[in-house]
C-alpha cells in the first residue's frame, strides 16, 4: 500500500487532542497489539477473508469507544478508513474519513488529512476529476495546512508522472500563484517562509 497512506503522525503530533490518561503505558501497548492486527490485513488485502475484516474493524471499534477523545482513538479512527480503502471498497473508506471530519470539524489538520484521503480514493480507483476536486477543495479551506501546503506540488507531479506536459506546467503556474498568496497572507513567519521556498521550487520545475 502506498506509504502515503500509511502513517499521519505528523497530523497527530501537532493536533491538540486532550485525554491521554495516566495510564499512558498500558494506552500504547493496546495501540501497537491493535496495528498489528491492521497490518496483518495490510500486507495482503485483497485475500483477507471479509469475516477477518469484519473482526479487525469491530475490535479497533470498541478501542476507539474505550478511548474516545484521544491520539489512539484518532489514528485507530484513520485506520479503519485505509483498511477499507487497501479492500478496495472505497464507498466505505470514504464515508469512514468523512465521519472523521465530522467528529474533527474544528481540527484543520485532521480535515485536511481525511479530506486528503478521500481525494486519494478516488484517485487509487481511477477518478482524478474527482479526486482533483477534492483537492482543490483543501486548497481553498485549509491553506495553511501541511496537506494544503503540499497539494499544488503534489498535482503537478501527478500530471509529470502520467506524461501530461501540458497540465503539469500549468499545475506548476498554478502552485506558483499559490504560494504567492501564502507568503503574502504570512508574512515574516515560519510558514510564510516555507511557502516562499515551494514557491521557488515551483518556478524551477518550470
Given amino acids: 500500500m502506498n506509504k502515503i497512506i500509511i502513517t499521519i503522525i505528523t497530523v497527530l503530533l501537532i493536533s491538540a487532542l486532550s485525554g491521554c490518561g495516566n495510564d499512558q503505558y498500558a494506552q500504547e ?20 477473508p471479509p469475516r477477518e475484516m469484519e473482526r479487525v474493524i469491530g475490535v479497533l471499534k470498541d478501542a476507539i469507544s474505550a478511548n474516545p477523545d484521544t ?7 484513520f485506520t ?13 473508506s470514504r464515508e469512514q474519513f468523512s465521519r472523521i471530519i465530522e467528529k474533527y470539524s474544528d481540527k484543520a489538520n485532521i480535515v485536511s488529512e481525511a479530506l486528503f484521503l478521500i481525494g486519494y480514493s478516488y484517485e487509487t480507483s481511477g477518478n482524478w476529476g474527482s479526486a482533483l476536486e477534492t483537492y482543490r477543495k483543501i486548497m481553498k479551506e485549509h491553506p495553511n495546512t501541511s496537506r494544503g501546503l503540499d ?29 504567492d498568496s501564502l507568503v503574502l497572507r504570512n508574512p515574516d513567519s515560519a510558514f510564510g517562509y516555507i511557502a516562499s521556498n515551494m514557491k521557488a521550487r515551483s518556478y524551477s520545475a518550470l
Fill in 151 to 179: 497539494l499544488p506540488m503534489y498535482i503537478a507531479r501527478y500530471y509529470e508522472k502520467k506524461y501530461q506536459p501540458e497540465k503539469m506546467v500549468g499545475a506548476y503556474k498554478e502552485a506558483v500563484v499559490f504560494y
Fill in 71 to 77: 491520539i489512539m482513538a484518532l489514528e485507530l479512527e
Fill in 80 to 92: 479503519i478508513g485505509r483498511l477499507y480503502m487497501a479492500k478496495e471498497e472505497f464507498a466505505e
Fill in 29 to 48: 501497548k493496546e495501540f501497537w497489539y491493535l496495528q498489528r492486527q491492521a497490518n496483518n490485513i495490510f500486507r495482503n488485502p485483497l485475500a483477507t
